[in-house]
């Protein structure tokens, strides 16, 4: 009996010192590599500066997630079991933009990396992003052409609308919104609302139930006038015809294409001014149209040129559903923003002077801030239509 347990025992023991050795084996059967990963700074930008960041390193068939923190000249150095691996890094930025220094978030992305061997390099690019980034106005063509014959034409002017955020993002319910006041005719207005909401009597909106026109991150769309060949009437024009929308002007001068969805006229109808003395801004509203009406007048009084108060209607936008708002004017007779700074603290123009003849033909156009590694175009949007938009600009619709 004594016999049998002394061979349990070793038996036992063997089994256990066996369990150990393949413990050991597969632990040195784990190779690591050492992985050294040099960032790529944000294209376009100046004075740039990588504050701080964390990259992220998940193995793809195991789960397992390895993080570090310690940057060292826009570098970092981690020790990595071989695999495969989805790296992410979130950080933030500092650059400088027109003289001032500007903070931002930064992430960098990479895909399925290979890691193997004593050592391995990594050339991450980074790309700028923000949270709240939404729909911007990208350009506005609002000057129209001329024919042939010298005369004014008007039916070809656009907007193009772009998703500025790295996330699908759905035009259903944007509205666009010409303000009530022009830029070159400083007023009192009295109760004065601009540091609460926008003042405007032109509002359309795109249709939908939500979830009808999904705008890809870094994608755009047009709405027209009229959506139809202009080419055919002004050798000067451009064809709209493949616009994603167009405006629902007064009778007289609306020229609609059925296969091209209309905005719905949430007020009046939106003529945009040729000379560019009003602001345009995005929102959404809360609640529907005809809540907005009803809850969002604004009554306003104003001495005239000759001294007479006057008294008008409107409406008003709170500033806290506005997307984007772009001021408009000439310098020779500029006077103000429409729009509390904190929208927009500049103005952009098509046009030196009044009635400039050199105007048509031409719009405005954001500036592209950076672009991503996988091409997508990051516009520039400070809140300041001054720096962030090129004035005078070839129409980018125009062949």
Known sequence: MQILKTIGLSIALATMLLLNACKKDNNLSIKQTELNVSLKNPENLQGVFLKDAAITFKEINSGSIYTSSELVNNSFEIMLPEGSYDVTL????EYKEDGQSIISNVRGYQNGLVVNGTSA????SLFLYDDDANFVIKEIFFTGTQTAEGKNYNGDKYFII???????LFADGLIIAQSKFLTTS?????????????????IVMVPGDGDDYPIEPGKSFVVANNAINHLEYNSASLDLTKADFELGLISSINV???????LINVTNSLLMHDRGFKTFVLA????????????????YTYLSGIGTVMTADSYKIPNEWILDAVNLSVASEFEWIVTDPSLDMGWTYVGKVDKDANRYGKSVTRKILSTTPEGREILKDTNNSTV???????PSLFK
Request: hydrophobic fraction near 20%.
């Open 90 to 93: 979130e950080g933030t930025v």
């Open 121 to 124: 390099n990594l050339k991450l």
């Open 162 to 168: 772009y998703n500025n955020s790295d996330e699908i």
């Open 186 to 202: 400083k007023i009192e207005y009295t109760p004065d609302i601009m540091s609460s909401a926008f003042t405007t009597s032109d």
């Open 256 to 262: 609609d294409n059925p296969e091209v969805t209309d």
């Open 284 to 299: 959404r509203l809360n609640g529907t149209t005809e809540d907005f009406k009803q809850n969002n007048t604004y009554t």
């Open 388 to 394: 962030d938009f090129e004035p005078e600009t070839k």
